[in-house]
């Protein structure tokens, strides 16, 4: 007679049942050796599994991976069906006021194209700083990478947009201005 657990052929293929001839993996103390379990608790802890080395561990990893792409990709269909609408509204809004399709895709796709540019030394060090041997608190990751992103968004307007650079710093300097003599 086999003990629960066990694992040979005379526990059926049960669930739990530790046994190669049960298809399972066996438990901490399923089963000696011989039934085709991991052995005792103790064996069982002192070989830590590859994927604990690896720092998944099954399921959960499974599960992560899942909601991972699942966000990532209802994201991506959003986006789809915004950039769908966005472009239904600009054929509209060109045809009602009269103005040529290309003028406000150039007025989007300019401003859009400098921020793509940013995001590449926003990215960059992100990535550093995340590498890092010493854990960098969020705040100071992005207190970092806030500077960065202005200064990599502003010299790509310049060579991007440069007259709608110009722009923006007659609108701040505008603003500022305003705001001084408010003050005053």
């Known amino acids: 007679m086999t003990r629960p657990g ?25 089963g000696g050796p011989e039934a085709g379990g991991l052995g005792s608790a103790a064996e069982a802890a002192d070989e830590p599994s590859a994927e604990a080395a690896a720092g998944r561990t099954g399921p ?23 950039l769908a609408h966005f472009a239904v509204r600009i054929a509209v809004v060109s045809r009602v006021a009269g103005l040529r399709l290309s003028a406000p895709l150039l007025a989007v ?11 590449v030394p926003m990215a ?5 700083l995340a590498r890092s041997p010493h854990a960098i608190p969020a705040g100071l990751v992005l207190a970092v990478a806030l500077p960065v992103g202005l200064t990599g968004y502003l010299a790509a307007l310049r060579v991007v947009a440069p ?22």
Request: glycine share 16%.
């Open 6 to 30: 066990a694992g040979g052929r005379e526990a059926g293929g049960r669930a739990g049942a530790g046994g190669r001839e049960a298809g399972g993996l066996g438990s901490a103390g399923a």
């Open 60 to 82: 959960e990893t499974a599960w992560n991976y899942l909601v991972f792409a699942l966000s990532k990709s209802t994201a991506l269909v959003m986006t789809a069906v915004e």
């Open 109 to 119: 796709g300019r401003p859009a194209l400098a921020a793509a540019l940013m995001a």
């Open 124 to 128: 960059a060090l992100t990535a550093w």
């Open 163 to 184: 007259e709608l650079l110009r722009r923006g710093m007659a609108v701040g300097r505008a603003f500022l201005t305003t705001r001084a003599r408010a003050r005053a």
